[in-house]
Nanobody
């Protein structure tokens, strides 16, 4: 019912920047919170940043002052601007969206969707 398409990952040197995007499409009625998570090899998936429908934001301590999350409600898109990247930021980054959508039976339903993941590698 809802599709998420991520973009913007890649290879960057320490201290560099990347901007991730995640666009939601489909039979969307409204979107609540949107967020970014990451998973490094051998580690559990962890929250990076999350933004509510009203604009409230929370960041993981390890990205405060370096990453900025934002959203464009008209485009159903969430962004993550990552600056001052460190090798320990290397991971697959996933967007997550809490969305209300129209199901095939035309009822509104609420569900949690994940993007396909985009690799971010910070290395010299």
């Amino acid at each position: 019912q809802v599709q998420l398409v991520e973009s913007g990952g890649g290879l960057v040197q320490p201290g560099g920047s990347l901007r991730l995007s995640c666009a939601a499409s489909g039979r969307i009625f409204s979107i609540n919170a949107m967020g970014w998570y990451r998973q490094a090899p051998g580690k559990q998936r962890e929250l990076v940043a999350r933004i509510g429908s009203g604009g409230s934001i929370n960041y993981a301590d390890f990205v405060k002052g370096r990453f900025t999350i934002s959203r464009d409600n008209a485009k159903n898109t969430v962004y993550l601007q990552m600056n001052s990247l460190k090798p320990e930021d290397t991971a697959v980054y996933y967007c997550n969206v809490d969305v209300i959508y129209y199901s095939t039976d035309l009822y509104r339903r609420r569900d949690d969707y994940w993007g396909q993941g985009t690799q971010v590698t910070v290395s010299s």
